[in-house]
């Protein structure tokens, strides 16, 4: 069965710094592109950065620069470095998978930041 599951998020400070990881199993996951999104309370989930299988990286304009998504097809792992974060970051971070769309998620992790 397909799984992604996310891990590492937690409560940081203001200008802290979090790396999310995902897992997936159970699809290939050499040939998807994978993509973190984020959900925060009251609002719609967003893309926060989008991966090709060949390592090609697409972030959303507000986030390039904070934000750095990484991943390696021999770990079936995706990674989301997040810096300066700021508490307007927090949210439910998601993984997701896809080809022409995005067709499996995970679970999601909190991220909270706040002083």
């Known amino acids: 069965q397909v799984q992604l599951v996310e891990s590492g998020g937690g409560l940081v400070q203001p200008g802290g710094s979090l790396r999310l990881s995902c897992a997936a199993s159970g699809f290939t996951f050499g040939i998807y592109g994978m993509g973190w999104f984020r959900q925060a309370p009251g609002q719609e989930r967003e893309l926060v950065a989008r991966?090709?299988?060949?390592?090609?990286?697409q972030y959303t304009d507000s986030l390039m620069g904070r934000f750095t998504i990484s991943r390696d097809n021999t770990k079936n792992t995706v990674w989301l470095q997040m810096n300066n974060l700021k508490p307007e970051d927090t949210a439910v971070y998601y993984c997701?998978?896809?080809?022409?769309?995005?067709?499996?998620w995970g679970q999601g992790t909190q991220v909270s930041v706040s002083s």
């Open positions: 991966i090709t299988s060949g390592g090609t990286a």
């Open positions: 997701a998978a896809g080809l022409t769309g995005w067709k499996y």
